[in-house]
């Protein structure tokens, strides 16, 4: 039977209050990755654990974001998070993507995959926060979100790995989504 919803106790509040925010789980591991914090985004990155009896362990500071982030599509590719476009410090998308640096199973820090330093060349086609991404055996579909005036946008992207099977290939279109009509 399903428990009703509880408050949670004080010691595993959020340090502050924010939205916007990417989430994402490896094991027992809980990774909150920037949001909105008093309006502005932020680079700060919250770690939690899930105990075996289901709880909350407080939480404590990860690695922080390259630079601020909100609304950002989260995708996971191979065990790796994809930090995908999202606003900036100014409130404005970005097309920038970042990958997770994983260490012996745990995030370490993030690297600008733009396809430079041995990175997959992931940079958005155009900026965007809020789009929605599905993660696929083979990459990622980017779907939607909104671009630089705030207009919802129709795009679908694909990144697959290449034929090598090695790294991720860029964004490629695929046919657009069907708006409604004014």
Do not use: C, H
């Not at 340090?15 to 990417?22: C, E, F, V």
């Not at 789980?25 to 939690?48: K, P």
């Not at 041995?118 to 929605?132: I, V």
């Amino acid at each position: 039977a399903m428990k009703p919803w509880q408050a949670s106790p004080e010691e595993l509040a959020l340090p502050m209050a924010r939205s916007g925010s990417s989430i994402y789980q490896s094991g027992s591991t809980v990774y909150l990755l920037g949001g909105l914090v008093d309006g502005t985004a932020t680079d700060e990155v919250l770690i939690t654990e899930v105990t075996e009896e289901g709880n909350l362990l407080p939480w404590t500071s990860g690695p922080s974001l390259p630079e601020p982030r909100a609304d950002a599509a989260m995708g996971m590719f191979s065990g790796v998070p994809y930090l995908m476009g999202g606003l900036d410090a100014s409130g404005q998308p970005t097309a920038t993507v970042y990958r997770g640096v994983i260490e012996e199973g745990v995030l370490a820090g993030w690297e600008l995959s733009d396809g430079e330093n041995r990175t997959d060349p992931l940079t958005l086609p155009q900026p965007l926060s809020g789009a929605g991404v599905v993660n696929g055996t083979g990459g990622f579909v980017l779907v939607g979100g909104r671009d630089v005036d705030g207009t919802p946008t129709d795009g679908t992207y694909l990144a697959w790995i290449d034929e090598a099977g090695q790294s991720l290939g860029a964004w490629e279109p695929l046919e657009g989504l069907a708006l409604p009509e004014d």
